[in-house]
């Protein structure tokens, strides 16, 4: 696999495929997806020379839409660990606070 010197992956296994896939289907999935800690960084010297082509795609359902764990993604050794639903809007919100706490 190339290396990307413009990604910065938290956890790095050379047997896997890494699709960043955001966050938001963590809490659906009962973290069988869990979001990707990662970074962009701004390449230097001949890496900076070279093209890169990020295509972001961002999918937001509506702000009162409530979320559950899909019940495909709980099981006796996999509990939910979100037994109260939460609208997307509060999701976001506690989201936002995890990464930039006050």
């Given at each position: 696999m190339k290396q990307v010197?413009?990604?910065?992956?938290?956890?790095?296994?050379?047997?896997?495929?890494?699709?960043?896939?955001?966050?938001?289907?963590?809490?659906?999935?009962?973290?069988?997806?869990?979001?990707?800690?990662?970074?962009?960084?701004?390449?230097?010297?001949?890496?900076?020379?070279?093209?890169?082509?990020?295509?972001?795609?961002f999918l937001h359902p509506t702000p009162d839409f409530l979320i559950n764990a899909l019940p495909g993604c709980i099981s006796a050794a996999h509990p939910s660990r979100y037994p109260q639903p939460i609208t997307v809007h509060g999701d976001r919100q506690q989201r936002l606070r995890e990464i930039h706490p006050v």
């Open positions: 010197p413009t990604l910065d992956m938290r956890r790095h296994d050379s047997a896997a495929i890494m699709v960043n896939i955001g966050d938001m289907p963590q809490r659906p999935s009962n973290h069988v997806y869990p979001w990707t800690t990662h970074r962009m960084v701004n390449p230097t010297g001949e890496g900076a020379r070279q093209p890169r082509y990020p295509v972001p795609l």
